[in-house]
Structures are given as C-alpha cells and as structure tokens.
C-alpha cells in the first residue's frame, strides 16, 4: 500500500515532529492545526530543527502543504490534545472526509484505539501510530492495533514506520499501552519522592541518569512530555485498568492547576525562564 501523501493534524510538538520525518522521507504532507498561528509556529519549529540537524531546510519543508481542514490523502496521522472526545470527533470528521481506502492513525499515547475505530465507518484502517519525543531523533514507533484493525493496515504501518527511519514495536490495545503503563508509574513516583520530600528535583533526575543510564530524569522528562499531558495519560489508565496505583500524584495536579505544564509553559519541575 502506497502512503505518499500524510495529512498531520496538530501541528503541536508532536505533530510538528511527525510532519518533518514524513517529509523528510521524500512523501508530501498536509499540515492542519484549527487553533490560530498553530501551523506557523510549527513550521518555524520544524526549520529550526532541520537546521540543528543539518538537513536541508528548503527541500523537505517544500514538502509541507498548510492547510485550513481535512483534506483527501493516504493516511492521516493524528497528533491533537490528549483528549479522548476531541480524538473520537477528529476520526469521526476524517472517516467522512477521507478517501475510502485511506488509513487513519493516532499518536495517541494512552487512549484506546479501538474507540477510535469504532467512531468511524472504516475501523479496519484504524490504528495507532505513537511516535515518542523528538520525533526526528528518537526511533521507536509504537504499532498498537485496535480489536478491528485488518492484518493489511497493520503490515502498511509497520513498512511505513521502517520506511521514516524508525523502529516499529507492536502492542495490544490495552490503556498505556506497553510505554506509557511502565513510564506513567515512574514519573508519578519520582513526583511522590519530590512531594514528600524524599530528595529535591536535581537529586532524583541525577540518580536515574546515572544510576539508571537514562539520558533524562523523570522529572525532566516528564516536563519535556508535559505535567497536563502525563496526569492525563495516568487518568486514562487509572480509569481503563481500575487500579489506584495509577493515580496521578497530588503534587502533579497541583502543579498543572497553577499551569506549571514544563517546558511549554516555561516552569514545570524546573525553571525554564
């Protein structure tokens, strides 16, 4: 199955990322954000990183079409907010909108995509798509079929996934699926040890760099992905595997109440100031 035209939706950290790998391999995308100067910003983001990287800025962004609305392509990959209602009424849109045969993926990091599938008149081309971040420098994608998915979207995912440069991972649709339920806990202890006064901020991260081998600490980590985005992905799973383990830490909410999200608000665990 040939997938050489993508429409990205969310035009955000992710989306971004994902938009400038595809692009990066030679194929053409549609970038569509609804939120006003989202597309700008994510194009001055993708040539900021292209230029880090050493790559050609004018040849790949030649590749990247903004554009206001859904359009007909191959595949849409879905990189919006971490919600799953405004998730279930993008895939509702993109199953009206989109070509018969085209595939619909999510990036999502924790939210069933079998419900996804359900949403649409196509849940046989459903499937989820998470790509971890830096897009453009990490390589793991997580492949995650929901209960419909046909063997033919899951072969054409895998192949595109190798065909970025990436490494495909495949996993059930279960909440979290196989990186977030083992991340999450982590990153939601490591705020517990903070919250109780266990060890400041520097302590805790450095212990798991070194300690671990890790190249961020949770801490860290968990601002680059975004507190409202990590308490999120834990209330998913709290909700979807009904244990209490999963809740997110007092501390976390806390901190996204007074909008300390990380690095995308400039304070999260850290001062990005």
Known sequence: MELEHVLVVGAGQMGGGIAQVVAASGRRVSLHDPYPGAVEKGLAAIEKSLTRLGADVAETTA?????????????????ITEEAGAKEELFRRAGEALPANAILAS???????????????????????????????????????????????AAAIVALARDLGKEPAEARDFPGFVSNRILMPF??????????GVAEPEAIDTIAKLGFAHPLGPLALADLIGLDTCVA?????????????????????????????????????YDYA
Do not use: W
Not at 67 to 75: F, G, H, R, T, Y
Not at 191 to 196: D, R
Not at 236 to 251: S, T
């Open 187 to 196: 990153i939601n202890e490591a705020a517990y040890a903070l919250m109780e």
């Open 233 to 269: 992905i834990m209330e998913v799973l709290q909700r979807g595997l009904g244990n209490p383990k999963y809740a997110p830490c007092p501390l976390l909410r806390q901190y996204v109440q007074a909008g300390r999200l990380g690095r995308k608000t400039g304070r999260g665990f």
């Open 63 to 79: 590749r990247i079409t903004p554009v206001d609305q859904l359009v007909e392509a191959e595949l849409m990959i879905e990189a």
């Open 107 to 153: 990036n999502t990091s924790s939210i069933p995509i079998t419900s996804l599938a359900a949403v649409t008149k196509r849940p046989e081309q459903v499937i989820g798509m998470h790509f971890f971040n830096p897009v453009p420098v990490l390589k793991l994608v997580e492949v995650i079929r929901a209960v419909q998915t046909s063997d033919e979207t």
